[in-house]
């Protein structure tokens, strides 16, 4: 049987990787506002509108910043319906509030059956057709089905996992933390401090999506710590390579300027912090990433604030 006829709203790095990737399994349409130049991936249609993604695809990904995210889908929203699978790749939580993606999905728009992807896929792996490995959430089996039928092939790998929640967090938190390992990698610390930085990392983000309703254990697993891992050897992905710029001096706003994309992680760690001190979550890494690392702190005291911090429990 054919698959379900895919669409991607988002016209950035990644959403055009998505594009890429779907595309090899079947009829793919994607949708962005801004000129494409010819660099639509092989076999992917420019769709005209949300009226024709919402009559043509039934499954669609959204791959817009997270504060575009209630605009474009409040738009989308006249042109889907209960039939539509609507799915996220969003590396960020919206607002204040921190409210997920699939939420504002359910808020905005008629459809119901929603879902997310995560883990440690690179944008230029999907494009290139590299072997990848993704997570994809979704609380309908239905849904996570169709998600493997529009990607999986013998190039990229998906894991499923009904932990919507998790997932969600643990994609937006490991895009904070993944600053901190560029960080602690080009300051040329010992492997085993870049472990232990790791370790706890996703010791600390596991409590927190907890606290956010999540399950620990979807990040201990590929979601959280696979993809955290992946990040010490993806030197380009964005929030590694802002790390590695600001551990050479850089100030913030021109290391943002060299990675030329958006990264949602420099302005949801200090919103992090605030929902982890409200539900009394110890976040030690996460306050040496916003008070030290983006505060452009000595490197010395960083290090030393962490290493004597106290031990809040067993490693």
Same mark, same amino acid.
């Given at each position: 049987?054919?698959? @379900?006829?895919?669409?991607?709203?988002?016209?950035?790095?990644?959403?055009?990787?998505?594009?890429?990737?779907?595309?090899?399994?079947?009829?793919?349409?994607?949708?962005?506002?801004?000129?494409?130049?010819?660099?639509?991936?092989?076999?992917?249609?420019?769709?005209?509108?949300?009226?024709?993604?919402?009559?043509?695809?039934?499954?669609?990904?959204?791959?817009?910043?997270?504060?575009?995210?209630?605009?474009?889908?409040?738009?989308?929203?006249?042109?889907?319906?209960?039939?539509?699978?609507?799915?996220?790749?969003?590396?960020?939580?919206? !607002?204040?509030?921190?409210?997920?993606?699939?939420?504002?999905?359910?808020?905005?728009?008629?459809?119901?059956?929603?879902?997310?992807? !995560?883990?440690?896929?690179?944008?230029?792996?999907?494009?290139?057709?590299?072997?990848?490995? @993704?997570?994809?959430?979704?609380?309908?089996?239905?849904?996570?089905?169709?998600?493997?039928? $529009?990607?999986?092939?013998? +190039?990229?790998?998906?894991?499923?996992?009904?932990?919507?929640?998790?997932?969600?967090?643990?994609?937006?938190?490991?895009?904070?933390?993944?600053?901190?390992?560029?960080?602690?990698? $080009?300051?040329?610390? *010992?492997?085993?401090?870049?472990?232990?930085?790791? *370790?706890?990392?996703?010791?600390?983000?596991?409590?927190?999506?907890?606290?956010?309703?999540?399950?620990?254990?979807?990040?201990?697993?590929?979601?959280?710590?696979?993809?955290?891992?992946?990040?010490? !050897?993806?030197?380009?992905?964005?929030?590694?390579?802002?790390?590695?710029?600001?551990?050479?001096?850089?100030?913030?706003?021109?290391?943002?300027?060299?990675?030329?994309?958006?990264?949602?992680?420099?302005?949801?760690?200090?919103?992090?912090?605030?929902?982890?001190? +409200?539900?009394?979550?110890?976040?030690?890494?996460?306050? +040496?990433?916003?008070?030290?690392?983006?505060? *452009?702190?000595?490197?010395?005291?960083?290090?030393? $604030?962490?290493?004597?911090?106290?031990?809040?429990?067993?490693?």
């Amino acid at each position: 049987m054919a698959r @379900m006829p895919v669409a991607i709203i988002g016209g950035g790095s990644w959403g055009l990787a998505l594009a890429a990737a779907a595309a090899r399994t079947g009829t793919t349409l994607l949708h962005s506002r801004r000129a494409l130049n010819g660099s639509l991936p092989k076999g992917v249609t420019q769709a005209k509108d949300f009226r024709e993604i919402g009559k043509e695809a039934r499954i669609i990904f959204l791959a817009v910043p997270s504060e575009m995210a209630r605009v474009v889908l409040r738009e989308l929203g006249d042109h889907v319906d209960g039939r539509h699978f609507v799915v996220h790749g969003i590396r960020g939580l919206a !607002g204040e509030k921190l409210t997920r993606i699939s939420e504002i999905v359910r808020e905005e728009t008629p459809a119901r059956r929603v879902g997310a992807i !995560g883990g440690p896929a690179l944008a230029e792996d999907l494009l290139a057709g590299r072997p990848s490995v @993704m997570v994809c959430g979704s609380h309908f089996p239905e849904v996570s089905l169709a998600l493997r039928e $529009a990607l999986g092939c013998s +190039s990229l790998r998906l894991y499923t996992t009904d932990d919507l929640v998790g997932l969600e967090w643990a994609s937006a938190l490991v895009g904070c933390m993944a600053i901190g390992i560029g960080y602690v990698q $080009a300051l040329g610390l *010992s492997p085993g401090i870049v472990a232990a930085f790791v *370790s706890r990392s996703v010791t600390e983000a596991a409590k927190i999506a907890a606290a956010a309703g999540g399950e620990e254990r979807t990040l201990l697993g590929l979601a959280g710590n696979g993809d955290l891992l992946a990040c010490a !050897g993806q030197s380009e992905r964005p929030e590694v390579a802002l790390g590695h710029a600001l551990a050479k001096g850089k100030p913030l706003v021109e290391a943002m300027r060299a990675t030329k994309t958006r990264i949602e992680a420099v302005d949801l760690i200090p919103r992090i912090i605030a929902f982890a001190e +409200s539900h009394k979550v110890p976040c030690p890494i996460f306050h +040496s990433l916003r008070d030290g690392v983006l505060a *452009s702190r000595p490197t010395e005291e960083i290090v030393q $604030a962490l290493m004597t911090a106290p031990i809040e429990d067993r490693g």
